[in-house]
């Protein structure tokens, strides 16, 4: 494995277990309450896009970008919610109310 690719899939992770460490929406708009689940979710398609978009630059950098099914974007979501489980774990799981 390169250490292109392995500096954007820890870059991934990182970006899929933001969400849950920060109580702020996108990091920017400060909310009146504690985020749902909800806004966790929004957040996590958010990121998910950000770092497709991301990919396909790395790729297009790289050579020629290869066209992609819909199997290729359905794995992919499935591992960006396996890399946000740590998140998901400290933030319902672990931290006290």
């Given at each position: 494995?390169?250490?292109?690719?392995?500096?954007?899939?820890?870059?991934?992770?990182i970006?899929?277990n933001?969400?849950?460490?920060?109580?702020?929406?996108?990091?920017?708009?400060?909310?009146?309450?504690?985020?749902?689940?909800?806004?966790?979710?929004?957040?996590?398609?958010?990121?998910?896009?950000?770092?497709?978009?991301?990919?396909?630059?790395?790729?297009?950098?790289?050579?020629?970008?290869?066209?992609?099914?819909?199997?290729?974007?359905?794995?992919?979501?499935?591992?960006?919610?396996?890399?946000?489980?740590?998140?998901?774990?400290?933030?319902?799981?672990?931290?006290?109310?």
């Amino acid at each position: 494995m390169n250490a292109s690719i392995a500096l954007f899939l820890s870059l991934a992770v990182i970006l899929a277990n933001l969400p849950f460490f920060a109580d702020r929406l996108l990091f920017v708009v400060k909310l009146k309450q504690h985020k749902h689940m909800g806004w966790h979710l929004l957040e996590l398609v958010v990121l998910y896009f950000v770092v497709g978009g991301l990919s396909i630059l790395f790729e297009q950098r790289m050579g020629a970008r290869h066209p992609q099914n819909w199997e290729f974007y359905a794995v992919t979501a499935c591992m960006f919610l396996v890399f946000a489980f740590p998140g998901v774990t400290y933030r319902y799981l672990w931290r006290h109310r």
